[in-house]
């Protein structure tokens, strides 16, 4: 199994529709993000959750929602998806690496049109 | 202006070239510095990382930071066909917030 699972891979939707996009992850890290990937862009932090009681906005929160379940799930929402939020959308996890680097690893990513 | 410039490329070169992918940045507080790669339809995965300045061996792969130029360099050595992907530079500061931004990512191919 994967050390980060994302759901649904790929979702088409209508633009006033409520989206949810799980994550799951095997690790055993504290730190979740979400991020968004469009092209020419690269990725954007959208939220970033250190444990289940701390979540923190990125800098492109709006239109989005986060819920952090349990150590090993964190889900994002878009509650009323309109077009321009069609995207890839990575989840990620965040390790210590051997110098105190915040090393990420990420999901295989969950496509998301909105008509 | 962003906080850290990466050409999207495309860049095609012919296989065992050397290949140099370059980020700028302008916030002085990054120390961490890491190089991702990302295959079509996959997450991008962590292909090395340095702290503060200098170089990282790792291969066929050389990571470089000259902080004073805000300056990042990724060079791949006799390149292969697998190499073949999108390179995103990223980098973090060392305050404990763990806020890695990233890139715009460059699209390599290699061509045999």
């Known amino acids: 199994d994967a050390d980060v699972t994302q759901t649904p891979r790929n979702r088409i939707t209508k633009t006033g529709k409520r989206i949810m996009l799980e994550c799951s992850q095997t690790k055993g890290h504290d730190r979740m993000y979400w991020y968004r990937q469009d092209p020419g862009l690269g990725l954007r932090l959208i939220y970033y959750s250190f444990d289940v009681k701390d979540i923190n906005k990125g800098e492109i929160s709006d239109g989005y929602s986060v819920s952090r379940q349990a150590q090993a799930k964190f889900s994002l929402s878009l509650e009323s998806a309109i077009p321009n939020q069609t995207a890839l959308y990575f989840c990620a996890t965040g390790g210590q690496g051997a110098s105190g680097a915040n090393v990420l690893t990420f999901g295989a990513g969950s496509r998301l049109t909105v008509l | 202006q962003k906080e850290v410039e990466q050409d999207p490329g495309p860049l095609s070169v012919p296989e065992g070239a050397i290949v140099s992918l370059n980020c700028t940045y302008s916030n002085s507080a990054f120390q961490y510095f890491m190089w991702y790669r990302q295959y079509s339809r996959k997450g991008p995965e962590l292909l090395m990382y340095?702290?503060?300045?200098g170089n990282k061996e790792d291969g066929r792969f050389t990571a470089q930071v000259d902080k004073s130029s805000k300056y990042i360099s990724l060079f791949i050595r006799d390149s292969q066909p697998s190499d073949s992907a999108t390179y995103l530079c990223a980098m973090s500061d060392d305050t404990g917030g763990f806020k890695t931004i990233f890139g715009a990512g460059t699209r390599l191919f290699v061509k045999a």
């Open positions: 340095t702290y503060s300045s």
